[in-house]
């Protein structure tokens, strides 16, 4: 369980002078500057680093959504987060400790953020006139009373890291590249990382350019220099590795550990894997990942676009591979034409959407949880499909596989949605007992029954399913399509009764698998009268809202939601049983419109669609009020 400390909070039996060591259990740190200062790369070999030291970590990486914005501009601000914690933790924290602003722009979005007190880290030589006037400042933050409000560090980095790297090779504009790792360099003394990982990885990521290289690794080491010789900060921070589970750990984007999951489920599934996609964000880097691994059968394909892309998959899944499209909301739209013509073929196949703001465009890079309608009824006709949400990144591989069981068990399209928190999030993920994973396969067809004709919609009466007969088999030869199918024989029929027949059964084939999911489990303090439902990527903050009110002795009840078509078969029960039900949702709320509908319970909505996830105090604020209502 999560423990609540007040941040930095120093270890007694230690006292405050000059270069002084503090143990702290958890620290919050945010890098931001422009999309070219490498924000992303530093927090990414932060978070590396402390990994690599056993720290609990998870992160929250912030993009803008125009490709290069002008640099300088609030726009153009990219940030990456991290806390990193000797415990369990469940977020990337609410608020930072430490703020390294490269740039006015990044100071100006990213201050109010940084909790009093915190240390605030500047690079003084990007604040000249030109940069000000870009962030809307008139003056000079610098110049006022910053420093009687944080722990300022003040630093002309380009200087230093021009210096630093004078004699590796590099010249003109690269010279500056390596500035990231100035900062990082900083940032490893101030916090005690450790720097071979991420001397390991420039020389790994970097083995062709020598150069570059030297430059980063001199950046780096220059950095941590400077914080050793100069004395930046009076104390430095030490959070201790934290005491997980036993086993071997790596650390994950929520991306990376689906693509892994999918890989996986074609090997439990005994099935060749065929991805085809048309990139957009934040779902593009599945693709980069599975393409990455054709050692094991994966097949990756890069449509034209999103309409081709399913049509693609919908082939090959007809012929007998572990058929799956990946793409955000836009292309959820564009697809649901040929989604229904999988639902009505009855093919297994696995539609991935990593859910962002919209509508249209929306903003491509920001958070959002606005998909479940459309994953629910977002196809002409009657037309129910199985849903699946995904809660943290380490989840998404487990589910990958949990979607591809139904999906091939049931011979249906199967919707499994992700979000961009839980896409470029990280947290470290126990690797997996490859000899545990599950056996999902199912045996295709090969013969015809009785030796007459295939009846390629003759039903499994246990799971209403029809059979998977792969093109080529002899005896096997049948007629699929998107006109209605006679019951059992597959021959085009407008016959009404027959329609309501095919319609009641493909219905009746997905509310059945709520007999085959697991049941819902709540973690629940005794005398607790509210329960805290969700789905999704506000997972982390509801767990850590309720270990907030446990040490405040408030009883709470949660519950998170994985499967969300069909609902786990104990909902109604669990619903029932709390005086008040409060659904937290980045959406305007949708889970709670459903729920209310299907249940006739009166569930209290918390909805927010700012592009960011809920911070944990947002939550307790809610719930708190709840119980002051009801008191």
Not at 529 to 544: H, M, P, Q
Not at 584 to 593: A, D, H, I, S, Y
């Amino acid at each position: 369980m999560e423990t609540i400390a007040p941040p930095l909070e120093a270890d007694k039996n230690q006292t405050d002078h000059p270069n002084d060591r503090l143990t702290v259990d958890k620290i919050v740190i945010r890098f931001a500057g422009d999309s070219g200062d490498g924000m992303q790369v530093a927090g990414g070999r932060f978070t590396d680093a402390s990994a690599y030291f056993g720290n609990d970590l998870s992160t929250l990486p912030s993009f803008p959504a125009e490709i290069r914005a002008p640099a300088g501009t609030l726009p153009g601000v990219s940030s990456f987060q991290v806390q990193i914690a000797d415990y369990d933790i469940l977020t990337a924290g609410d608020a930072p400790d430490c703020l390294v602003a490269m740039n006015p722009a990044a100071l100006r979005t990213n201050l109010n953020d940084l909790r009093p007190g915190g240390t605030l880290i500047v690079n003084t030589e990007a604040f000249d006139e030109r940069n000000l006037v870009k962030a809307g400042y008139k003056e000079n933050p610098l110049e006022s009373d910053l420093a009687q409000v944080y722990r300022l560090i003040e630093i002309p980095m380009d200087t230093l890291t021009k210096e630093a790297v004078k004699d590796s090779g590099v010249s003109g504009r690269d010279v500056l590249r390596s500035k990231n790792f100035f900062a990082l360099g900083l940032l490893a003394w101030l916090f005690n990382r450790p720097l071979e990982p991420t001397i390991d990885w420039v020389e790994t990521k970097f083995a062709k350019k020598p150069s570059v290289v030297a430059a980063n690794i001199s950046a780096l080491r220059a950095g941590w220099n400077f914080g050793f010789t100069t004395e930046a900060a009076k104390t430095t921070f030490e959070v201790r590795p934290a005491a997980l589970r036993p086993g071997t750990y790596t650390n994950v984007t929520g991306n990376t550990a689906l693509a892994w999951g999918l890989i996986a489920a074609a090997q439990c599934a005994k099935l060749p894997l065929f991805y085809g996609t048309y990139p957009i964000t934040p779902a593009s880097d599945i693709l980069h990942e599975l393409s990455m691994h054709k050692n094991f059968g994966v097949r990756t394909f890069q449509a034209e676009d999103e309409i081709a892309a399913i049509g693609a998959v919908i082939g090959a899944a007809f012929a007998g591979n572990l058929g799956v499209t990946g793409t955000s909301g836009p292309g959820v739209a564009l697809k649901s034409e040929a989604l229904s013509l999988a639902l009505n073929t009855e093919l297994p196949l696995i539609l991935v959407d990593v859910q962002r703001a919209g509508p249209s465009t929306g903003m491509p890079t920001k958070v959002e949880q606005s998909d479940l309608f459309i994953a629910m009824f977002g196809r002409h006709g009657e037309a129910p499909l199985p849903v699946i949400a995904i809660p943290t990144p380490a989840e998404a591989f487990d589910l990958a596989i949990e979607a591809a069981r139904i999906a091939i068990k049931y011979m249906t399209p199967v919707i499994l949605m992700s979000d961009n928190h839980v896409a470029n999030s990280s947290e470290p993920w126990l690797l997996p007992d490859v000899e545990s994973l599950p056996d999902i396969s199912i045996p295709f067809a090969v013969s015809s029954n009785g030796g007459g004709h295939f009846l390629p919609y003759e039903r499994n009466y246990e799971t209403f399913a029809r059979p998977w007969a792969v093109p080529g088999t002899a005896g096997l030869e049948h007629r699929i399509g998107g006109l209605e199918k006679e019951a059992v024989t597959g021959n085009v029929s407008y016959d009404p009764d027959n329609h309501q027949l095919m319609t009641d059964t493909r219905a009746w084939k997905i509310a059945n698998i709520a007999s085959d999911i697991p049941a819902l489990e709540v973690k629940a303090d005794p005398g607790a009268e509210i329960l805290v439902l969700g789905w999704g990527s506000t997972y982390g903050a509801i767990r850590a809202t309720a270990n907030r009110l446990r040490n405040r002795a408030k009883p709470i009840a949660i519950a998170h939601l994985r499967h969300l078509n069909p609902f786990p078969a104990n909902l109604g029960e669990v619903l029932a049983s709390y005086r008040t039900v409060l659904i937290p949702e980045l959406n305007n709320g949708q889970l709670r419109k459903l729920i209310r509908a299907e249940y006739l319970i009166d569930a209290k909505g918390l909805n927010k669609v700012a592009g960011e996830p809920f911070k944990v105090a947002e939550i307790e604020a809610a719930v708190l009020g709840l119980m002051e209502q009801a008191s």
